[in-house]
T-cell receptor, first 111, second 113 residues
């Protein structure tokens, strides 16, 4: 089984809808991250969490919120989706400042 | 401003040939540099990591070099295979930062038979 899983893998939604992307990990890492990737661009950090009680904004947090329900679960919400949030979203985990392990990604399309 | 720039943006080579990808960074203070491989539609996977004192690191047919003085790194792929077709991303970590990773945009490599 995959160490980092994301659901859903693909989602098409309409402008103004609320969307939640979920991430689960079995690596036992305290640190979890959400990134988005647009075509031709690098990964951009949305939010990160160092433990259940520690949530921090990344470089592009506007329009997004997160919830760390447990050490193994970190979800990303778009309260009111807009078309320019169409992107590939990745969840990642790491131990301290080490290597990040990524999930398979969620392809989100906002019409 | 902390930045990572990669070149070329894309590269097409024939199977069996070698290639070298470049990464220039202006990150300070520097902690380490990783190269990731990202297959289309999938999450990145780490290939190598180098700290300030290391100037070369190999992982099979992949060899990364680091010149901390000129702030340049390269990833050399030997005897390319079709499975090497992917994006290769250079990521630099800021020292004393708990989280900050500066991601390059990647080089898209296509191996043709």
């Amino acid at each position: 089984d995959a160490d980092v899983t994301q659901t859903p893998r693909n989602r098409i939604t309409k402008t103004g809808k609320r969307i939640m992307l979920e991430c689960s990990q079995t690596k036992g890492h305290d640190r979890m991250y959400w990134y988005r990737q647009d075509p031709g661009l690098g990964l951009q950090l949305i939010y990160y969490s160092f433990d259940v009680k520690d949530i921090n904004k990344g470089e592009i947090s506007d329009g997004y919120s997160v919830s760390r329900q447990a050490q193994a679960k970190f979800s990303l919400s778009l309260e009111s989706a807009i078309p320019n949030q169409t992107a590939l979203y990745f969840c990642a985990t790491s131990a301290l400042t080490g290597e990040q392990f990524f999930g398979p990604g969620t392809r989100l399309t906002v019409l | 401003k902390n930045q990572v720039e990669q070149s070329p943006q894309s590269l097409i080579i024939l199977e069996g040939k070698n290639c070298t990808l470049q990464c220039n960074y202006t990150v300070s203070p520097f902690s380490n540099l990783r190269w990731y491989k990202q297959d289309t539609g999938r999450g990145p996977v780490s290939l190598t990591i180098m700290t300030f004192s290391e100037n070369t690191k190999s992982n099979g047919r992949y060899t990364a070099t680091l010149d901390a003085d000129t702030k340049q790194s390269s990833l050399h792929i030997t005897a390319s295979q079709l499975s090497d077709s992917a994006s290769y991303i250079c990521v630099v970590s800021v020292q004393d930062s708990n989280y900050q990773l500066i991601w390059g945009a990647g080089t898209k490599l296509i191996i043709k038979p």
